[in-house]
């Protein structure tokens, strides 16, 4: 990490992190923007790791009663040797083989996408193109089906629409509810299997994070900045979640696709 890195860019880092780890508007594409378009220098892979498990600890709080219930239920689909044993067990099983397309994508792609595709265009054009699809999922999808309606087919079929959010500005949960919405979920079901299905990605995501962190070059960091840039992101994390589900069913997709395609506009014009 930069020694130089101040409170300033640790507050600011973590409020991205936050909030648009679990807002359909790219967490990847904003962090990777901010040493592209900004004076300050990259934060590290040491922040990287600790902004992730700020916002890895907001969402196993929040739906910390459900990830109990999926537990418990999981072991009684051992025990019992029964996909059907246990209702809660059945999502357990889905969110982990939904996981399992992005794994895949990540470990094969992730030189090429760091290397190749982290620029100021790639963040633009995703921004833009990703967001009207969410647009058009919210206008097209019935928004009937609720969340006791999910089926491994549906659950497979987010899991590899996820491996798109591996292009920055794509936005994880911004296509995995749009390929939900486009099946028919609610916006409630849609965002909340989206956030649950967020939790062994991220795992994931940190996991190779810290991996390069071990093997890479000796970086210093300030104790007292990580534990800020943590503690931002959790608590901006939870606020999100919480609030984006409180609401999303009443303001719907609409400002956060107008969000993208402006923004996607202005890098565009800033590049070409």
Not at 57 to 75: E, H, Q
Request: proline share 3%.
């Amino acid at each position: 990490m930069n020694e130089s890195l101040s409170t300033l860019q640790a507050v600011v880092l973590g409020l991205i992190q936050g909030f648009t780890e679990f807002l359909p508007i790219s967490s990847s594409g904003h962090l990777a923007l901010i040493p592209l378009v900004s004076t300050w220098p990259d934060q590290g892979l040491a922040y990287d790791c600790v902004l992730h498990l700020g916002t890895l600890t907001a969402v196993i709080y929040y739906f910390r009663s459900d990830l109990a219930k999926m537990s418990t239920g999981c072991v009684e689909t051992i025990q019992k040797r029964s996909w059907s044993a246990n209702r809660d067990g059945q999502m357990a099983w889905m969110i982990c083989l939904a996981t399992i397309p992005v794994g895949i994508a990540g470990l094969s792609l992730k030189e090429y996408i760091e290397n190749d595709m982290r620029s100021v265009a790639t963040v633009g054009v995703s921004s833009i193109v990703f967001g009207l699809l969410l647009w058009a999922a919210d206008k097209v999808g019935k928004r009937k089906r609720r969340e006791k309606k999910w089926g491994l087919k549906d659950a497979m079929l987010v899991g590899f629409a996820q491996a798109f959010a591996l292009i920055p500005g794509t936005s994880r949960s911004g296509i995995t509810m749009t390929a939900a919405l486009f099946l028919g979920y609610t916006r409630e079901a849609s965002a909340r299997f989206s956030f649950l299905l967020s939790i062994p990605v991220i795992i994931l995501a940190g996991g190779l994070k810290i991996k390069d962190w071990i093997e890479g070059p000796a970086q210093v960091a300030s104790v007292s900045e990580l534990m800020v840039g943590y503690t931002v992101s959790a608590v901006s994390a939870y606020v999100c979640i919480h609030y984006f589900l409180k609401f999303l069913e009443r303001v719907g997709m609409g400002p956060f696709v107008i969000y993208r395609v402006v923004l996607g506009a202005v890098l565009l014009w800033l590049v070409w």
